[in-house]
């Protein structure tokens, strides 16, 4: 995707994932290791060397350790028994004796010695017949990046603490327990080689209001850090030493952007309500008890979604009852009467507890996520459940279950949550006797199913970003097939009318709490299809609502009617624009520019 202007001026193009306009200097970041440094010793320096091997080895054991217990806590001890190998590396006599020998013969650094070995171990074993012994090459790959951030003070992860000033991150990728940990002082935007618009790095990108472009093939060998840059978010450019021509342009842009934001700012206080006098609450999705300013300052009517993985990413042990309670608490009471929906934990997919987790399944999109891994770990699952069923007494709190694929998963959960009911009883703690479960539709056989579903729930919360996905077999990471993930592909419109249908006919009410929900373009289309209620990042809630409140329901509901008549994703999308444009103009203003 990536496109060459001028050496002055040079121009990289992706998918632009979160709005807003950022200028500073570049920061490279790769995960893996980079350049191992190599010096020598002086005969007296070995021994302190050999020493600060054994203290990198003694630290890479102990986060291992650390690793493996909070994997175990959360997924099961035959999950955390990969790290068993991990461990069986850093107990290799033969490999790190040859580390010793050789900063001893050679006179050279540790990181230097350990990698020369480490990579002719890896060699070796990659050429190996037996499959058992290639595949340990992985492990001695994961254990030596370890090592080596060990001795040369590098974290596994990204650390931004050494930086005087706000950069534009560069990197291949951010995983969300990346993203999650961004320092907001010292980041300006992002740009990665791959993703798209529904990968988590994106969707946290929004949630923390920075802008952010992905899918820049090659970014990494086209940028170098300390690289003066602008970043457009709402286009999808990186501008590398961007001429005086283009700062200009793109101040005209950021003034439209702030006039926008005033004019947003009065509908903060407004109900979402079309003009015809149909309320569509709009809500916002969290990702942390401390988004709960953010939902009070976009005025958001409730929280739509709280992804409740990130309490349990970046730490060494899952949170404990009485801390997800504080969490879950604090939302609930602070937003009180407005609703909350808790999602149970949807771990999986490209959410793991930490990137060090990542991978370990061959299809993790497909694998064990979200309800399923819950129902397979009823204790921690009920930990949570207590929590959330808890927090109930302090505000209006509804739990709503993800990657529900047919009914039985619904029951046991369901079955689960009474058992907790039951246990707080017992122990005299108050919780909302009438809480109540709904479950995202965000699997094309929930969409089939819906009528049973609906029967065991209060509400349905459709997920698009996986529906998508699922439906239309398209990775939602993968920036090479984003062009096919579309939102208005005319099986979306019928899954989606049919979730509505379903719901309809048990008198439960509809939200969409996917990406689509933010799109003021796609918004018209699903209010006609039938959805009720509308949740999106919190940046993103005031245009919604200032859409919203431009539309007409006869309208969109025309729209719908012709949309699922079509045949073509292009058209409707098309359609869709016309009518966004036509309603609220200025929404669309910050996504001209002529460079
Ligand atoms: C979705 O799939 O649309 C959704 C809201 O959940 P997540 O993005 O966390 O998978
Ligand atoms: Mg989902």
Redesign the pocket.
């Known amino acids: 995707m990536a496109a060459a202007g001028d050496q002055g001026n040079r121009v990289l193009r992706g998918i632009p994932v979160s709005p807003g306009v950022a200028r500073g200097k570049t920061y490279v970041w790769q995960r893996a290791e980079t350049e191992v440094p190599r010096w020598e010793l002086r005969e007296e320096e070995i021994p302190a060397e050999l020493d600060r091997l054994e203290r990198a080895l003694v630290a890479t054991r102990q986060q291992l350790l650390d690793v493996q217990r909070q994997v175990t806590e959360v997924m099961g001890a035959e999950e955390a028994s990969i790290f068993d190998a991990h461990l069986l590396v850093l107990e290799d006599r033969v490999l790190l004796d040859e580390v010793v020998r050789v900063i001893r013969r050679d006179r050279v650094n540790a990181e230097y010695a350990f990698h020369q070995v480490a990579q002719k171990y890896m060699a070796a074993l990659a050429r190996v017949e037996d499959e058992y012994l290639r595949e340990r090459v992985a492990d001695m790959r994961d254990v030596t990046a370890r090592v080596l951030s060990h001795l040369m003070g590098r974290a596994h992860g990204l650390d931004l603490s050494h930086l005087r000033e706000p950069v534009i991150i560069v990197a291949h990728d951010l995983t969300p327990s990346d993203t999650v940990q961004l320092d907001k002082t010292k980041v300006l935007g992002f740009v990665t080689e791959i993703g798209s618009q529904?990968s988590?790095a994106a969707?946290l990108a929004r949630s923390l209001g920075l802008p952010a472009v992905v899918g820049v093939g090659r970014v990494l060998q086209e940028v170098e850090s300390s690289v003066y840059a602008l970043l457009d978010g709402f286009n999808g450019l990186l501008v590398l030493n961007p001429s005086d021509q283009v700062l200009f342009e793109y101040g005209q842009l950021v003034r439209r952007q702030i006039s926008l934001e005033e004019k947003l700012r009065e509908v903060v206080d407004q109900p979402g309500v079309t003009l015809d006098g149909v309320r569509v609450p709009i809500l916002a999705?969290i990702e942390q008890a401390d988004d709960v300013e953010a939902v009070l300052a976009c005025g958001a009517e409730g929280v739509g979604?709280f992804?409740t993985?990130y309490l349990y990413i970046n730490r060494p042990h899952p949170p404990a009852e009485d801390e997800q309670y504080e969490a879950y608490r604090r939302v609930a009471s602070t937003l009180r009467p407005r609703p909350v929906i808790i999602?149970t934990l949807?771990l999986g997919?490209d959410?793991f507890l930490s990137h060090l987790v990542a991978q370990q399944e061959m299809n993790p999109f497909l694998g064990w996520r979200?309800i399923r891994l819950c129902l397979q770990q009823p204790e921690m699952f009920s930990v949570q459940l207590r929590a959330i069923l808890r927090a109930s007494a302090e505000g209006k709190v509804k739990v709503m279950y993800?990657?529900i694929s047919g009914l039985d998963e619904l029951c046991q959960a369901n079955e689960l949550l009474e058992r907790c009911k039951a246990q707080l009883r017992q122990q005299g703690l108050p919780f909302d006797e009438q809480i109540e479960t709904g479950a995202?539709i965000?699997i094309p056989s929930a969409v089939l199913v819906a009528d049973a579903l609906a029967r065991r729930s209060r509400f349905f919360?459709?997920?698009?970003?996986?529906?998508?996905?699922y439906s239309l077999a398209v990775d939602?990471m993968n920036e090479r097939i984003a062009h096919l993930y579309e939102p208005t592909h005319p099986a979306i419109l019928r899954l989606i009318r049919m979730t509505t249908r379903a719901a309809e006919a048990a008198g439960l009410r509809v939200s969409?709490?996917?990406?689509?929900a933010g799109e003021p373009v796609l918004v018209p289309l699903l209010l006609g299809l039938g959805v009720h209620e509308l949740s999106a990042a919190p940046p993103l809630v005031p245009r919604i609502k200032y859409l919203v409140r431009r539309i007409r329901m006869n309208e969109a509901r025309d729209l719908a009617e012709w949309a699922l008549t079509q045949e073509s994703a292009s058209a409707i999308l098309r359609r869709c624009e016309e009518l966004a444009h036509d309603a609220a103009p200025l929404l669309f203003e910050t996504r001209r520019v002529d460079i």
């Open positions: 529904t988590h969707i999705n979604l992804r993985e999602r949807d997919g959410k979200a993800p990657m995202m965000e919360s459709i997920g698009t970003n996986d529906l998508i996905q939602r969409v709490c996917g990406e689509m």
